[in-house]
């Protein structure tokens, strides 16, 4: 990464704006918690900036920055944040994000008022993140976590996860669902208004960033499609980028340009945009994260679309067939040996053909085997597995040891099946929600 990037995702000392001696309630302080409490992290070196406070949560607090810092973070009133942002460039600080809301989102005035931000900033050779966002979470090696956001708790699994987002609450589903999900995750970024760092260039960080393997984008508006295009198809050969576009709708637009002053655009030039660049783009949060699930896994973000559906659930595993057909996926039927392979294994009355439907009075002993044999077919590059509450550990190794043998990707939709699931997911395969977002999450990644 470039220096700013550094600068923001990696620093060795930052600058708080905001936080109070007298009402540790406010935004500013929530900062400075997170900051100091930020894991394994305790060589960053934290000043705290205040015209009158002489200490803050314990710490020395001075009235102006009075040494360079890497990171200066604001939480201060619109009405006081040119004075801050000053303060911070003429103290020498390489980035700032200003976590403030009431700019450019607020009208003609707020947006005056942003612009001067910038001007500053780049004045003094600063970049500005922001205004009105949530801040940046970034993970630093090891067991170190940087949490310069206003999120409380974040979560800590490290991975090649990385996030943009122009919305502050949707970066907060996208930590509870990186939470709930267990998907590691490397930086989350929350862009607010985008007046100085807009998602473009962003991007191109994450594209440079070691950490990252996998992007994910909400926006709500690009400032330059052209650039966009150009970006992301730089990046995507080598790494996945999801984007989940808001403001498609004419009420999402009013609501876009309500929420951080973003102009969404035409919808379809979005879709041809998106295309170009090679992007993963969806429509839902749903997708987005189903998606984003599959995409932590290494072996789903590159792979054939001919695949096998591995149920003992016949109306799930039918379901899955129809989610497949309209995904572009194709269901190559299993050749009369290979079926012939798989019935020495399975009751008589299984169907071997493909979709692969063992049965629950498939012999616990037989799963592995069983499923081994489709997971051997040439014909079929990846599986999906149905398996709806026939909790039999067997049928859970025989994918997990198909799945580690084979390399296949494969993805799963398992239901009050505790023991299967615990075995199949610590075999690194995603466990989704649904039979569809089994094969959407398959499909996300498949070859056009």
Known sequence: MNREANALFEPKSVAVYG??????????????????????????????????????????????????????????????????????????????????????????????????????????????????????????????????????SVPRHAGGLSFLSQSGAFGGMFLAEVRQRELGFARFLSLGNSADLEITEALQWFGEDDRTEVIAVFAEGLRDGRAFVDVAGAITPHKPVVVLKGGRSKAGARAAAGHTGTLAGSSRAYDAAFRRAGVTAVTTSEQFFDTLTAFATPTLRRHGRRVAIVTISGGPGVLASDAAERAGLELPQLPVERQHRIRAHAPEFAATANPVDLTPQCRPDQFPAAIAEVYREESVDGVIVINCGLDIREFGIGVAEAHTASGKPTTAFLLDVPAVQSVIAGAGIPCLASPEAAVRAYAAGAAR
């Open 19 to 152: 936080a109070s001696a007298t009402d540790p309630g406010k935004l500013g302080n929530t900062l400075l918690a997170n900051l100091s409490d930020s894991e394994g992290n305790g060589s960053l070196d934290i000043v705290c900036v205040h015209p009158s406070a002489a200490h803050i949560g314990g710490r020395p607090a001075v009235r102006s920055l009075d040494r360079p810092v890497d990171l200066a973070v604001v939480s201060v009133p619109a009405r006081a944040a040119e004075s801050a942002v000053a303060d911070a460039v003429v103290g020498g600080a390489k980035v700032l994000v200003v976590l403030s809301s009431g700019f450019g989102e607020a009208g003609p005035e707020g947006r005056a008022v942003q612009d001067r931000l910038v001007a500053m900033a780049r004045g003094g050779g600063a970049r500005l993140v922001g205004p009105n966002c949530m801040g940046a979470v970034s993970h630093l090696g090891g067991g170190s976590w940087l949490n310069g956001s206003y999120f409380w």
